[in-house]
């Protein structure tokens, strides 16, 4: 599921693959998220993750933005 329980809110999303070989011997995968929000109220959600396995680095940034939308989800409907 995931975030397409979440689609009512966002526009767009931009997803940013890339290494980083300056802070380890072995390049860490960073992973980059900013999903565009329907709103003029909302501001763009941004997240990012870095890691050494590139899918997993994508996923456990999946998860973080999921809960940044849950939760933001959560405060527009308490606040019409």
Do not use: C, N
């Not at 009512?8 to 290494?19: M, N």
């Not at 980059?32 to 997240?47: E, F, I, M, P």
């Amino acid at each position: 599921m995931g975030l397409s329980e979440h689609f009512d809110l966002i526009s767009a999303a931009e997803v940013e693959f890339d290494r980083d070989v300056k802070k380890s011997q072995e390049p860490l995968h960073v992973v980059k998220v900013t999903l565009h929000l329907v709103g003029h109220r909302l501001r763009d959600l941004r997240a990012s993750e870095t890691g050494r396995d590139q899918l997993a680095t994508f996923d456990l940034l999946m998860e973080k933005i999921d809960g940044e939308v849950t939760r933001l989800k959560e405060r527009v409907r308490a606040h019409p």
